[in-house]
């Protein structure tokens, strides 16, 4: 490797920025003999890592393109090329709406290494040194855990950048392993520093608490166990430091997940924290395009058949989750029976829809153009540790039922004895349909994606979409793909910038 300056530097090269990017000092900003000298320096630098919240490129609409639009729940709900070529397995990773998950989570990096070395020398209370430190390590986790999960594979990992890094290129890991115990080590830091949510002051919400950080350890653990079987007695683990904590539980009713008032309520662990002037915009880009002539709905993300006659009778989480022609919901304030004129599929995505039942847009942001809500996304659910604990027991060849039921019983079916593998992926596809990093990275993982994602999908086509009681035919809504060749498509594209400004240390995924 070619040594140089500092990590800095090599941001920079990772991201491609052009001059403006070099004026780093602009007249009367803080240096490094002005900043980290006072309590609020470090709460500054701490509010400085969240900004992957509000960019669009990321938890808006990004990474969700990559994660829910490949799969068989979802079509592109209207003509969109750039998403259609993500759908098709076309792109080469320049597009607009992902070309900078790699850049910005790199920058979330440089933010928690500033931390790391600075603060730790600092003459402030010890409690406001940890919760800096813990936040640090946390993001810093987050982003190799996201990167590793877009981008790596047994063939090449995430370039890791730590807080002693000096160097102006970086190589890949030869395996993305090394990339998953980087993010883990961050996290079992994160997570001793921590505090639990409800030590947090409401002031602080938003930022990680030591639950998260468990969760997120078992989250990675849980994707590295396709390469390492190792991992699945570390999940396990990780899952259990959060139930025995008996600070999280479940709703008790499915879709009170998804509205503002539990934003923070016991199954929250982690989140995108939104409003009306910020977070994200995903309930928007989901919502009915046009919004029937009230809000500037995207209609990017259209449920697909497959997805809706995927869950078992009785299934609480299908209503929840979509809605079909004639269903009733509150719209605005006002109840009304769900049709559609321009839904491709006859269904629409109804998990996040909540902010738009109130009367007089009271929860939305009034720029259709920028669709934020109050409702917070969730990313990381309780529901989500115990079925990565159930699926490490079952990989193990344990007993997964005690966690896998209580699942299963919030959303009304009866419970099972010696759950399978079979039961625990029909648990996941139903309780996490729309959320990030769920159908479509469990069949990469699961080896399953070569049988499943090839196929055409389908929708309802009503002969009157303007009338919800009128016929319908199913018909083929998104054809064959036979083009998908999981051995390539498991991961997706670096951007192209990243590789031109690379000097040759960062090479393409292998077929892109």
């Excluded at 979802?74 to 993500?86: A, N, P, T």
Aim: proline residues 5%; aromatic residues 14%; charged residues 20%.
């Amino acid at each position: 490797m070619k040594k140089v300056i500092s990590a800095f530097a090599m941001l920079f090269i990772l991201i491609g920025c052009g001059k403006d990017f070099l004026e780093l000092e602009p007249e009367g900003a803080p240096t490094l003999a002005t900043f980290w000298k006072s309590e609020a320096d470090v709460i500054a630098a701490t509010n400085g890592l969240y900004l992957l919240n509000d960019f669009q490129g990321i938890y808006g609409r990004g990474i969700h393109l990559y994660s829910l639009i490949p799969s068989d729940d979802f079509v592109v709900g209207k003509s969109k090329g750039q998403i259609e070529d993500i759908k098709n397995f076309f792109t080469d990773g320049s597009g607009s709406y992902t070309r900078d998950i790699w850049a910005m989570h790199y920058q979330v990096v440089k933010r928690a290494n500033d931390i790391i070395v600075n603060v730790p020398d600092m003459d402030i209370s010890s409690d406001l040194k940890n919760f800096a430190l813990g936040q640090a390590y946390f993001m810093r986790g987050l982003a190799y855990f996201q990167l590793s999960v877009i981008y790596g594979d047994q063939r090449a990992g995430i370039p890791i950048v730590d807080e002693n890094t000096e160097s102006f290129f970086i190589e890949r890991p030869v395996h993305v392993s090394e990339s998953y115990a980087f993010a883990a080590d961050s996290f079992s830091k994160a997570a001793e520093l921590l505090p639990y949510f409800d030590q947090i002051s409401q002031d602080d919400y938003g930022k990680p608490h030591k639950n998260a950080a468990y969760g997120y350890l078992a989250r990675t653990h849980l994707h590295n166990a396709q390469y390492d079987s190792t991992s699945w007695g570390k999940v396990v683990e990780a899952c259990n430091q959060v139930i025995n904590s008996g600070k999280n539980a479940l709703e008790p009713i499915f879709e009170d997940a998804f509205k503002i008032a539990n934003n923070w309520g016991p199954e929250y662990l982690w989140s995108v924290p939104s409003n009306k002037e910020g977070g994200s915009i995903f309930p928007g880009a989901s919502l009915e395009n046009k919004g029937w002539g009230k809000y500037n709905g995207w209609g990017y993300f259209a449920p697909t058949l497959e997805l809706y006659e995927s869950y078992l009778p009785g299934d609480t989480r299908r209503e929840a989750t979509i809605l079909k022609f004639g269903d009733t919901f509150t719209y605005f304030g006002e109840s009304r029976r769900y049709w559609s004129t321009i839904n491709l599929t006859g269904f629409q995505f109804k998990k996040y829809m909540e902010p738009y039942s109130y009367p007089d847009a009271q929860h939305l942001n009034g720029n259709g153009d920028h669709p934020t809500t109050d409702l917070n996304l969730p990313l990381l659910r309780y529901s989500h540790v115990l079925l990565m604990k159930a699926e490490a027991q079952i990989m193990q060849g344990q007993n997964g039922d005690a966690a896998l039921n209580e699942v299963r019983q919030r959303a009304g079916l009866s419970s099972i004895s010696e759950a399978t593998l079979t039961d625990l992926k029909y648990e996941r596809r139903a309780e996490f349909a729309g959320e990030l990093f769920g159908r479509y990275e469990d069949l990469i993982r699961w080896g399953d994606a070569a049988t499943v994602i090839p196929n055409a999908l389908h929708g309802r086509i009503h002969s009157d979409k303007s009338d919800p009681d009128s016929p319908f035919v199913v018909e083929e809504v998104w054809p064959a793909r036979p083009q998908f060749d999981a051995s390539i498509y498991h991961v997706w594209p670096i951007p192209p910038l990243v590789i031109a400004t690379s000097e040759g240390t960062i090479q393409q995924n292998e077929g892109w």
